[in-house]
């Protein structure tokens, strides 16, 4: 992020440490500061890579101190010292997140360890491509339980915590898949529209004091799209076929997130954001014949 207009940039630094009250350069960096989350807690899943980690870190840079998870022990403690890095604690909890009790559980350890809740990305998720006649019913809960379940679980266990320290933010990490239809995706496509609408009812649950709201993210360069991103044929396609001719960065979502969970979005509750380069259809197809 860029400093405020008129502010040093080792002056705008300074300004950030100091309490409100005390801070001068007040014409051009009060929008910014609404962006902090200094001091709040964040649980952020699946966040040993990509989308996940970018989040957790830019949470970090924005004054969180973060719980990490995912299945990887040595990719969490990378992040773990980028959290450090930018001067804030992180706490590490490898776990099998396709497990709900295992999300959950991170509500608990988020308060044991750092002293309370304030945030939460339900981050973790995917399934792959699957033809619709191989998509057993078996498949199609998976999936559900992948990328509905364990937001729910989580969901569930953060808010006695948040509530308890007078409210906080949610975001749930949809797709645009969840919103436009291609072929090979009866399952993620199904479980990311459900999450997408459980964002909806949630937010009504949970209103006043608790936000919820949801990305729906286009083709982001991570290690699920590194088939695309490293050929150049199919990134091409992919790109022209995307209204913005680019395909995105995990550190886009991560800046969506920021703005969600601070006061910035503090007017934002039961909404789905795209952020996806402008797509209004599958922007590269599996080649999937008729039946």
Known sequence: MLAPAGCGFRRWRRQLALPPKTRTCYSSGVIFDRLRVTDKVAVVTGAGRGIGAATAVALAEAGADVVISSRTEAELNDVAARIEKAGRKAHVVPADLSDPEAAAGLAGAAVDVLGRLDIVVNNVGGTYPRPLLETTVEFLEEAFRFNVSTAHALTVAATPAMLATGGGAIVNISSAMGRVAGRGFAAYGTAKAALAHYTRLTAADLAPRIRVNAIAVGSVATSALDIVVRNAELRAKMEAATPLHAIGDP???????????????????????????GLQAPNLELGLPDL
Do not use: P, Q, R
């Open 251 to 277: 550190d886009d979502i991560a800046a969506t997130v920021v703005y969600l969970a601070s006061s910035a979005g503090g007017f934002v509750t039961g909404k789905v954001i795209e952020v996806d380069g």
